[in-house]
């Protein structure tokens, strides 16, 4: 492929490739040239272009399939343009030629159709330039035209399209040949020439004023001829061009008006055309009424359906602005199509014009007018609907009434159904934005509605309902007034039957709409719903007039209450049951004894009657699973067999009462088959043979004389094969109405009055109306559905009868009748077989496979696809369930043979596909024997180019092999993918199913070979070059289908190999695909930009600009209305306004999504402008501006230019115009995205919130984005969402406002120190939150809100009072509305909406008392400062700084009525977490804030707001002291408590029964409960502030001594309390909550040590003969603990499992382990150093609980713990201070060794063991060792000298510790650190000082040499700095302490070593001055001592002195001349020392 990668044809390397690959080399080379000539330098093609030309035109004879024509024609003309002109009109001659030729035989065709191409390419591209030539050129074609065939027909049209689009206005000459010629090709028997003709009229309309003024009746009659047995593609076509042309007609050019005088047609005119076509087709015009009324025979459906197409195209073509002028007149017109005769001919034609017209409606109203015109579009179809209904009501009412006023009515009654449901569908997709149209009395929207309840018509009635339960879901707060109002009218109208069934339907539609509405209806609407059905049923025997409306509305309205759900059905249940069983008879006897009674009247209400209560059944069994007990299904199944058996005696009944029963009992039917579906086929074994015959009877029809056949065929098929059924329509934008076209019976033909109970139901998914199908068609269906769910639990014996039985039906019935039948019973096999598959079992023994074999294999020759395809998929279904080799051998054997020896289309489709469907259902592993035999099979069969239907067919079962067979393809991907290129060279681009397949297969080929494509092998590549070559020829192609399958194949390539799918060219197409007419094709562009976006969103982004830019050259005219400077996300922005489909809305939001993820940090202005924009909604200034713009552009070419622009953009396509301002939803999305920005800035990086560094680093570089900078406008959009109209918009904006507050609160702000950024934005947030606290916002908005101002409130932006007071009035507010228990809210939603919203107020108060207490709390910790604090923690300034407790002052006033109001809150919240087996203790009347009926959404709404609540408890209760008393008890449900005097401490109420410790206790165990529970399993969707919360509030709690009592007396719960907390840290441990868990468990053991003192010092009060202390501590007299009951125990696992987690070399396990490397272990951060510290004291504090013997059970291990830390972290720093955890092991172990025990007596033996064993290890881990550089020896020797001091009774004269100890010290004391010297001589000191005389003895004979020597060197080496001068000092200290120490005979010797070394110190004369600093401090250090020493031991003094003179005479001058200085220098000198001397003190005062 790289040799065709030139600009002339390689040919000696074309000549040396295999025949059949040449196509694809020159197709590849024309593909390069494409690219390259637009590319490559002018001069360079001048030069070549002569050879080029010559091989273009060679080309042109050689036979080239379409997409090669396709191209070369676009190269020729391009070289042209760009190079010289000379030779083109002789290749143009020569074209012309080719199309002279008489030749006509086949070979020589695709020569022909290229000159074809090549002609139009040259004008398409040069246009003007050859004007001269062109009328003979079309003259040419004109008459090859007339002779060619139909290839030849469409490519000459498309050629004429585009002369006239290269001409424009200079070919106006040959207009009237071209349209004369064309248009008898619009009733051509080929579809794809109907097409081409449809292009190419619509090109020439853009000129040729005639065909929109006096041919235009003659041009719409033509297109209506086109439309009749039309395909999609030509309805498309053709009703573009029709309402295109319509449009124009209406709205000309100027431009050709001016040029020609001509009448302008008007708007009735054009209406009225377009009505004859929807009303008679295309048979002529009779204008006369009467004739019109006569004339028979309804309009084809085709003609019905493009024409409606028509209508939208018309109407999008004009656009918005037009509609919102006209509107009136359009609906009124749109109107009277429907209530005209002739379209509703019969039932099921009038329901296909009402889909039509409301498809018209839906299609213009729906997506081109904006939310503004929408509501004035709403307010017109009002008007519509009152007068209409005036017109009815003037006939009802007038007695003399005659037929044609009864016509009247009935054809009102399909306009009001229209209407209703436009009006429906409008309020609901504006949501709340629709609350003006209900609030404006003048339009009386709902008293419209309403009125139409009492229509005659039925389906009048059921549209009003319907459009009332849009009207519940758009406005949750018009539900229950509206109940209320419909259930009045019931009881007030009882004797209407239209009001009886108008109003029961309405109550029935507002019930069904409760599950869309979150908020909900109050429970009681449930008792009332019951009250009126019973009373409806009850009296409907009373008036046999109302009988039958009043039983059957009684039953609706309560299968509408069963929708509602477990939680309100559970309380009416038994009732429920009682009234089921009463419908039926009790007994056999009664159920014979009814048949002879009764009339027909009688029966049918009975029917009626029964058929709703199975109904009622049905939707209880489908709404309510949790209910369904064996019991209740047990008491269902009573009325249900007893149905059953009632289904045997009806065709009796029917033939004695008469055929009007037959409906009823169709729905009897109905209904049981819908209910038996849902139960579980167990229940009703018994029943099944009847049944069955039933079943089968029903949908092989036998009792049915209509050929009904069922809809379920294509659902039960695979959804693959769409492209054989067709059903691919299915996904089309025009679905509602092609539905109506497809060939089973009543297709599309849904509506409400076929099955009143859809009114209620859930609506399927992606259907906008409910509609059901009608009855029989219904009832078929649902006989289909059970048998699949009964077949698998049959015996084999009764399915081998039923399949004989289908046999037979199929042999009886003949013609139609048969095709029917057989359809029924395909669908019922395929139901059947997918039964068993589900239910994983078999088909049966060898004869029931043989049966069933029989009659599928029998089918794959049926000349219906339908059937055939049913047959394959049934086949491969039944291979799948039987699973055995052989039978799928057989299977496929035969179907090898078939195809081998068949030569007829029929039966090679069939077995083609069934080769595919044994694949797809067995698998590669399954059928892997078959594969080759069925792949050489298919691909022969693939390449029968006479049969394009075999091909498709072939082609689809190679993809399903291809898919199914997975890596075992390999072998055979080259020969697949050669003919796969091979046919998409050659096909004719009109055989689209045929291209589709090949698309499948080059999917699924990808796929198979899938991650291989990155290879660089030959053969890789060579694989891959291929498919992208495929891919670009079906991006080329013109089926939108085709294109798709070419997006998603290229998706595949880019997952496998990105690298080689090129984005430059792939993204630009996708963005052209965006604004396609095609639902299937946007949808792939989407889906393929999702995935592109995910890895490379910037790239996307940048090629899709490349768009916008590249907007003006001619190639993408058309598509520049596409991307604006918006890029690619305002495009996919505006797209979510148009669409509607949810699979697109979806992939749209992803794609979003993560453009946004990957962008909008770096490009942030340019990403909040976008979600501004949406936001602000403002289009008319962006309209005009873009207007502005083009204007200014085009200035030099106004004139002209000013309408083509005009018109081509509009008449180009319907969906490109932006003209929509964003709708709510998409402006939902974009306040999600805002939050996302914000958040997304949080996570990359700090800048964003800070406003200093910000500005500074956009001075650095201007172009940096960051957040803080925006911040104006983040407030003004989140204020925007949090007042819009739309609630979901106003949850969104205060979410982001929530989100704002948040990041923002901290940020300072420069210019103002001690201010924050957030201060000027007081007033927007305050407005932004005030509206959501008025009496009629919806409850979910006003929880949001009080979540703001708490956050608000708390986060201390405001620093003065008043302005803080205005957002807590609002809570205030809200408190007091939730005391008073009113507030207009209670009663529009249900009970758990108040839920919500009283515990959303109480969380906010919470938390703003938490931050209260907070700031109070540091408040009183921190030092008074007068000073201005430039950097204080508020950021407020000290002028007007807050005092600290300002907060506090505006809670405390409500702090009564809260704290009751919390309490009563938890206990709800402890009583609501208990577990189901004890929901029998939960109180009957509900809580303080729930009842008892919603009580399981009133839980969630618990779960979200308990913490603060608790945490906010445990304050309260802390800073009262627990002095209040008051119970919870009494708080009634609405009604506020009364406040009570008791808020002062000390004062209690007297009314209580309890005492006040008791109350206390109740509170205690409350709370205590309630975290212990959370902290058991906190679920992992609580957040983490649930747990820091619960923590909190315990800490708190066990501040206070009340607490610690109680939970010291119950060592139980601190053991519970224990074990919970450690497993949280388990499970959730991050480094906060373990800090919290530490501090916690900390207090508790205080509690503890507190508790057991006071039992210590109780017992010291009563004399006893043994020590309090051996038996009251942990571990008693034995010293056991028991785990479980033991604190200490449990404090000791979960402070192990802290210390192990930050020190695992702590656990010996892990230490020990083989697999243990000995690592150097990290330092600590900073959490962890404060977590092990914490740890570690603690530790510390245990022995203290235990009794001694007890104490002898925890200790060992405390101490191994505590010197393992100190191993661990006894590491030196950088600057010699302790780390944490050092310091707390050493304080730990002071604790330990001189707690009381040692003094103990029972235990002396094994303590000393113990310290000295301590002491051991510590010697141990302290050996100076070249593995431990780091050690820390002075934290060793500290704790040594500890052990040492402390313990030294125990480790008096143990040798061998004395002698390790004296070698530790000895080798500190030759350190060469200074620092290390210095500590040694400080504890050197301490030991020596010890009054233990036989602990100190050794040490000092052992290292006072030691010392002595180290000092003395110093004469000899003077200290160089600070720190050695220091050691040396603290040497000389413990020589002095010696000679103190000394008795007065040794003394002398002592100070004969210490005096000569001080004088050694001192510097004479001479050398002083010069001397370094240090030696001179050790000078004058040394003679202060001497100085000191001398008057201290006189005597000695002298004898040292005497004995060596020098020395005096040293010491005298020194001193002499230090005297001479002068005395304020001496007095500085001797400061010094003493600041050196400060850090001496450190580690004394610390531990010794």
């Known amino acids: 492929m790289e040799l065709a990668h030139s600009l002339l044809l390689n040919e000696e390397a074309l000549a040396q490739i295999a025949e059949a690959k040449r196509p694809v080399f020159i197709f590849e080379w024309l593909r390069f040239l494409d690219k390259v000539l637009v590319a490559a330098n002018k001069v360079d093609v001048k030069e070549k272009q002569k050879k080029l030309v010559e091989q273009l035109t060679e080309l042109i004879s050689s036979s080239s399939g379409p997409p090669t024509r396709k191209l070369l024609a676009k190269n020729l003309a391009t070289l042209y343009s760009i190079g010289d002109t000379f030779t083109v009109f002789q290749t143009l001659d020569k074209c012309n030629d080719v199309v002279r030729s008489k030749d006509d035989t086949s070979s020589y065709l695709p020569t022909k159709l290229t000159a074809v191409a090549c002609i139009g390419a040259f004008y398409e591209k040069m246009g003007r330039m050859l004007g001269s030539s062109f009328p003979e050129t079309v003259s040419n074609l004109l008459k090859a035209l007339k002779n060619a065939e139909s290839q030849g027909r469409s490519e000459i049209l498309l050629s004429l399209q585009k002369i006239l689009n290269g001409l424009g206005g200079a070919a106006a000459s040959c207009h009237r040949d071209i349209y004369k010629n064309a248009r008898s090709g619009l009733t051509d028997r080929s579809m794809a020439v109907r097409c081409a003709v449809g292009k190419c009229l619509l090109e020439l309309q853009k000129e040729s004023v005639f065909m929109w003024t006096t041919e235009l009746e003659n041009l719409a009659t033509l297109c209506f001829k086109a439309l009749e047995g039309s395909n999609y593609g030509v309805r498309v076509a053709v009703s573009k061009l029709l309402g295109t042309v319509m449009a124009t007609a209406l709205t000309p050019k100027q431009a050709a008006v001016m040029r020609q005088n001509v009448k302008r047609a008007n708007l009735e005119e054009v209406l009225e055309l377009l009505a004859t076509g929807f009303l008679r087709g295309g048979s002529g015009f009779l204008r006369s009424g009467g004739e019109m009324l006569k004339g028979g025979g309804s309009v084809s459906r085709e003609v019905r359906v493009g024409v409606t197409q028509a209508y939208v195209v018309f109407v999008t073509t004009l656009g918005g602005q037009w509609l919102e002028r006209n509107f009136a007149t359009f609906l009124t017109h749109v109107l009277e199509l429907i209530s005209h005769p002739r379209a509703t001919q019969s039932h099921v034609e009038a329901v296909y014009s009402r889909r039509c017209v409301s498809f018209i409606l839906r299609a213009t109203v729906g997506s081109i007018l904006g939310e503004k015109a929408q509501i004035a579009a709403a307010k017109e179809v009002c008007q519509a609907i009152a007068k209409q209904m005036k017109t009815v009501e003037s006939v009802v009412n007038d007695a003399n009434n005659d037929k044609s006023g009864a016509a009247d009515v009935s054809a009102s009654q399909h306009v009001m159904v229209c209407a209703l449901q436009e009006l429906g569908s409008l309020v609901q997709s504006l949501s709340a934005t629709a609350s003006p149209l209900l609030q404006e009395p003048a339009i009386g929207l709902l008293e419209t509605v309403t009125s139409v309840l009492l229509h005659p018509s039925m389906a009048a009635r059921l549209g009003a309902a319907w459009c009332m339960r849009c009207i519940a879901v758009a406005l949750p707060y018009q539900l229950t007034p509206l109940m209320d109002s419909c259930a009045e009218r019931i009881n007030s109208l009882k004797t209407s039957p239209e009001a009886v069934t108008g109003y029961s339907f309405a109550m029935a539609a507002l019930l069904g709409s409760v599950h869309q509405c979150p908020l909900g209806i109050p429970h009681a609407k449930g008792k009332m719903v019951v009250s009126i059905a019973e009373d409806l049923l009850r009296t409907a025997s009373q008036n046999s007039r109302l009988s039958l409306q009043r039983t059957q509305a009684g039953w609706l309205l309560l299968g509408a209450l069963m929708s509602l759900g477990p939680s309100v059905v559970r309380y009416h249940l038994p009732k429920m049951l009682l009234l089921w069983r009463n419908v039926f008879p009790r007994s056999l006897k009664e159920l014979e004894a009814e048949k002879a009674r009764g009339d027909s009247f009688t029966w049918q209400v009975t029917l009626e009657g029964r058929a709703g209560a199975l109904c009622a059944m049905r939707c209880f069994v489908a709404h309510c699973p949790e209910l369904l007990t064996e019991d209740v299904i047990r008491r269902l199944m009573t009325p249900i067999e007893c149905a059953m058996l009632m289904l045997s005696h009806i065709p009796s009944v029917i033939k004695a009462y008469g055929a009007q029963l037959k409906a009823s009992a169709a729905m009897v039917r109905l209904r049981l088959y819908d209910i038996l579906a849902l139960l579980p086929p167990k229940t009703y074994e018994g029943s099944f043979n009847a049944l069955?015959?039933?079943?089968?009877?029903?949908?092989?029809?036998?009792?049915?004389?209509?050929?009904?056949?069922?809809?379920?065929?294509?659902?039960?098929?695979?959804?693959?094969?769409?492209?054989?059924?067709?059903?691919?329509?299915?996904?089309?934008?025009?679905?509602?109405?092609?539905?109506?076209?497809?060939?089973?019976?009543?297709?599309?033909?849904?509506?409400?009055?076929?099955?009143?109970?859809?009114?209620?139901?859930?609506?399927?998914?992606?259907?906008?109306?409910?509609?059901?199908?009608?009855?029989?068609?219904?009832?078929?269906?649902?006989?289909?559905?059970?048998?699949?769910?009964?077949?698998?639990?049959?015996?084999?014996?009764?399915?081998?009868?039923?399949?004989?039985?289908?046999?037979?039906?199929?042999?009886?019935?003949?013609?139609?009748?048969?095709?029917?039948?057989?359809?029924?019973?395909?669908?019922?096999?395929?139901?059947?077989?997918?039964?068993?598959?589900?239910?994983?079992?078999?088909?049966?023994?060898?004869?029931?496979?043989?049966?069933?074999?029989?009659?599928?294999?029998?089918?794959?020759?049926?000349?219906?696809?339908?059937?055939?395809?049913?047959?394959?998929?049934?086949?491969?279904?039944?291979?799948?369930?039987?699973?055995?080799?052989?039978?799928?051998?057989?299977?496929?054997?035969?179907?090898?043979?078939?195809?081998?020896?068949?030569?007829?289309?029929?039966?090679?489709?069939?077995?083609?596909?069934?080769?595919?469907?044994?694949?797809?259902?067995?698998?590669?592993?399954?059928?892997?024997?078959?594969?080759?035999?069925?792949?050489?099979?298919?691909?022969?069969?693939?390449?029968?180019?006479?049969?394009?239907?075999?091909?498709?067919?072939?082609?689809?079962?190679?993809?399903?092999?291809?898919?199914?067979?997975?890596?075992?393809?390999?072998?055979?991907?080259?020969?697949?993918?050669?003919?796969?290129?091979?046919?998409?060279?050659?096909?004719?681009?009109?055989?689209?199913?045929?291209?589709?397949?090949?698309?499948?297969?080059?999917?699924?080929?990808?796929?198979?070979?899938?991650?291989?494509?990155?290879?660089?092998?030959?053969?890789?590549?060579?694989?891959?070059?291929?498919?992208?070559?495929?891919?670009?020829i079906m991006q080329d192609h013109s089926d939108s289908l085709a294109q798709a399958a070419a997006i998603s194949c290229l998706q595949q390539l880019h997952m496998f190999a990105p690298r080689h799918v090129n984005l430059s060219s792939l993204v630009p197409s996708l963005c052209v695909?965006?604004?396609?007419?095609?639902?299937?094709?946007?949808?792939?562009?989407?889906?393929?930009?999702?995935?592109?976006?995910?890895?490379?969103?910037?790239?996307?982004?940048?090629?899709?600009?490349?768009?916008?830019?590249?907007?003006?050259?001619?190639?993408?005219?058309?598509?520049?209305?596409?991307?604006?400077?918006?890029?690619?996300?305002?495009?996919?922005?505006?797209?979510?306004?148009?669409?509607?489909?949810?699979?697109?809305?979806?992939?749209?939001?992803?794609?979003?999504?993560?453009?946004?993820?990957?962008?909008?940090?770096?490009?942030?202005?340019?990403?909040?402008?976008?979600?501004?924009?949406?936001?602000?909604?403002?289009?008319?200034?962006?309209?005009?501006d873009q207007l502005e713009r083009m204007k200014d552009e085009d200035g030099e070419k106004k004139g002209e230019m000013d309408d083509e622009i005009m018109f081509t953009s509009t008449g180009d396509d319907d969906k490109s115009k932006p003209c929509v301002a964003p709708r709510w939803v998409t402006r939902v999305f974009a306040a999600e995205c805002l939050c996302r920005i914000i958040l997304l800035c949080e996570n990359t990086d700090e800048t964003h919130f800070d406003l200093a560094r910000a500005r500074a680093s956009r001075l650095k570089n201007p172009k940096s984005e960051l957040l803080v900078l925006h911040l104006s406008d983040l407030i003004r959009m989140a204020f925007m969402a949090a007042t819009d109209h739309s609630n979901q918009l106003r949850m969104a904006g205060l979410q982001a406002l929530e989100d704002i507050i948040k990041e923002f609160a901290s940020v300072p702000e420069p210019e103002f120190p001690g201010h924050v950024i957030l201060e000027q934005y007081q007033a927007n947030v305050g407005a932004a939150l005030r509206p959501a606290f008025s009496q009629d916002t919806p409850s979910d908005i006003t929880a949001k809100a009080c979540q703001v101002c708490s956050t608000w409130i708390g986060s201390g932006v405001v620093s003065d009072l008043n302005d803080l007071r205005r957002v807590h009035n609002l809570l205030v507010s809200s408190l007091d509305k939730m005391q008073s228990g009113k507030g207009s809210l209670s009663q529009l939603y249900s009970e758990s909406a108040t839920t919500m919203e009283k515990l959303a107020v109480l969380k906010a108060w919470a938390e703003v008392y938490i931050v209260a207490m907070k700031t109070k709390k540091e408040a009183e910790t921190k030092p008074v400062t007068p000073l201005k604090n430039k950097d204080d923690d508020n950021g407020f300034s000290a002028v007007d700084e807050l005092p600290p407790d300002s907060l506090i002052t505006l809670v405390q006033p409500e702090l009564p009525i809260l704290s009751r109001l919390w309490l009563a809150a938890l206990k709800d919240y402890a009583l609501l977490t208990l577990p189901a087996e004890f929901a029998s203790q939960l109180p009957s009347d509900g809580g303080a804030f729930y009842t008892p009926e919603t009580i399981d959404s009133a839980r969630l709404h618990y779960r979200t707001s308990w913490a603060p609540i608790l945490h906010a408890v445990a304050l309260w209760l802390n800073s009262t002291g627990f002095t209040i008393a008051y119970e919870t008890t009494g708080l009634p449900v609405h009604s506020g408590p009364k406040i009570q005097t008791a808020t002062f401490p000390g004062q209690t109420s007297g009314s209580s029964s309890k005492t006040l410790q008791e109350i206390n206790t109740d509170r205690l165990q409350l709370i205590f409960g309630i975290s212990i529970e959370f902290l058991c399993s906190p679920r992992p969707e609580n957040p983490l502030d649930h747990v820091t919360s619960c923590l909190k509030a315990l800490h708190t709690l066990l501040d206070s001594p009340c607490v610690r009592t109680y939970i010291g007396g119950d060592q139980l719960l601190a053991v519970e309390l224990f074990n919970v907390l450690h497993r949280l840290l388990l499970t959730c441990g991050p480094p906060s909550v373990q800090r919290q868990v530490t501090m916690v468990v900390q207090q508790t053991i205080r509690a503890a040590q507190v508790h057991l003192q006071g039992l210590v010092n109780n017992c010291d009060d009563k004399p006893s003969e043994e020590d309090p202390l051996t038996t009251l501590g942990e571990g008693g007299k034995t010293g056991g603990l028991i785990p479980g009951k033991s604190v200490i125990f449990a404090a000791l696992e979960l402070l192990m499992f802290i210390l192990v987690r930050h020190l695992p070399q702590l656990n010996p396990k892990v230490t020990d382990s083989p697999s243990h490397i000995l690592s150097k272990t990290q330092p600590l951060s900073e959490e962890s150093a404060q977590l092990v510290a914490v740890s570690v004291s603690i530790l510390a504090d245990l022995p203290s609980l235990c009794s001694p013997t007890g104490s002898m059970t925890v200790l060992p291990t405390i101490l191994y713990l505590i010197t393992g830390v100190l191993r661990e972290t006894a590491v030196r720093l950088a600057d010699n201070h302790l780390s944490l955890p050092v310091s707390a092991a050493l304080q730990g172990i002071k604790t330990i060794i001189t707690s009381p025990l040692a003094k103990s007596d029972q235990i002396q033996k094994q303590w000393k063991d113990l310290v000295c064993s301590s002491l051991a290890s510590i010697l141990e881990y302290s050996k100076p060792d070249d593995s431990k550089p780091s050690m820390d020896e002075v934290s060793m020797l500290t704790a040594i000298t500890l052990f040492l001091l402390s313990g030294s009774n125990e480790i008096v004269g143990i040798s061998s510790l004395q002698n390790c100890c004296i070698e530790r010290f000895g080798s500190a004391l030759n350190s060469r650190d200074p620092w290390v010297q210095a500590k040694c001589y400080q504890l050197l000191l301490s030991v020596f000082q010890q009054s233990n005389r036989a602990l100190s003895y050794p040490y000092i004979h052992a290292l006072a040499p030691l010392v002595v020597e180290k000092l003395k060197e110093v004469g000899n080496q003077k200290p160089a700095n600070n720190a050695e001068l220091q050691a040396v000092q603290e040497g000389v200290k413990v020589l002095e302490t010696l000679v103190n120490l000394a008795e007065e005979q040794n003394r002398t010797q002592l100070l004969a070593l210490l005096v000569p070394t001080l004088i050694s110190y001192l510097l004479d004369e001479k050398t002083f001055n010069s001397a370094p600093t240090a030696s001179k401090a050790l000078h004058e250090l040394a003679l202060q001592d001497l100085m000191r020493i001398g008057p201290l031991y006189p005597n000695a003094f002298k004898v040292v002195m005497g004995a060596a003179p020098e020395l005096k005479s040293k010491l005298e001058a020194a001193i002499r001349a230090s005297q001479a200085s002068s005395r304020a220098k001496a007095a500085t000198q001797q400061a010094k020392p003493a600041v050196q001397a400060a850090p001496t003190i450190k580690l004394k005062t610390s531990f010794f």
């Not at 799928?888 to 069934?914: E, P, W």
């Open 1073 to 1184: 695909h965006l604004c396609s007419s095609h639902l299937l094709l946007r949808r792939a562009a989407v889906a393929c930009l999702r995935q592109l976006a995910q890895r490379e969103a910037a790239e996307v982004c940048a090629y899709a600009m490349t768009l916008a830019r590249n907007a003006g050259n001619q190639e993408s005219s058309g598509i520049d209305v596409n991307i604006t400077e918006t890029g690619l996300e305002g495009v996919l922005f505006g797209m979510l306004d148009r669409e509607t489909d949810r699979k697109l809305c979806a992939d749209i939001h992803d794609t979003l999504g993560h453009m946004l993820s990957s962008l909008a940090v770096q490009k942030l202005s340019h990403w909040l402008k976008l979600c501004k924009g949406v936001l602000a909604a403002s289009t008319d200034a962006s309209a005009a």
């Open 692 to 1032: 069955l015959r039933e079943l089968v009877a029903e949908f092989t029809l036998t009792d049915n004389s209509a050929n009904t056949t069922t809809s379920l065929l294509r659902s039960l098929c695979h959804c693959d094969d769409s492209v054989l059924l067709g059903s691919w329509l299915q996904e089309t934008d025009h679905k509602s109405i092609e539905d109506q076209l497809q060939p089973n019976s009543a297709s599309g033909s849904g509506a409400l009055e076929h099955d009143p109970s859809s009114i209620y139901l859930r609506i399927p998914v992606g259907e906008a109306v409910p509609g059901p199908l009608p009855l029989g068609v219904s009832v078929i269906d649902a006989s289909v559905a059970l048998f699949g769910v009964v077949f698998p639990h049959v015996s084999f014996k009764h399915r081998l009868q039923m399949l004989d039985h289908f046999a037979e039906c199929i042999k009886q019935a003949k013609g139609v009748r048969q095709q029917a039948v057989q359809i029924n019973i395909f669908t019922a096999v395929l139901s059947a077989l997918k039964g068993l598959a589900e239910n994983k079992s078999t088909l049966g023994p060898d004869e029931v496979r043989k049966s069933a074999l029989a009659l599928v294999m029998g089918a794959l020759d049926n000349p219906n696809p339908i059937l055939r395809c049913a047959a394959g998929e049934a086949l491969g279904r039944m291979a799948q369930v039987v699973g055995e080799a052989t039978f799928i051998a057989r299977m496929a054997q035969h179907s090898f043979d078939k195809l081998k020896s068949a030569r007829d289309v029929v039966s090679r489709t069939g077995h083609s596909l069934a080769l595919g469907c044994l694949h797809r259902y067995v698998g590669g592993i399954g059928s892997g024997q078959h594969l080759k035999t069925s792949v050489s099979i298919l691909l022969a069969l693939a390449q029968d180019g006479t049969s394009p239907e075999v091909q498709t067919w072939a082609l689809h079962s190679l993809a399903l092999i291809v898919d199914s067979s997975g890596p075992m393809y390999r072998g055979y991907v080259e020969p697949t993918l050669s003919l796969v290129l091979t046919l998409l060279l050659t096909v004719p681009p009109s055989h689209t199913e045929v291209h589709q397949c090949l698309g499948r297969c080059l999917g699924a080929l990808i796929t198979t070979v899938g991650p291989e494509l990155q290879g660089n092998g030959a053969s890789t590549s060579t694989i891959r070059s291929s498919c992208l070559v495929g891919c670009a």
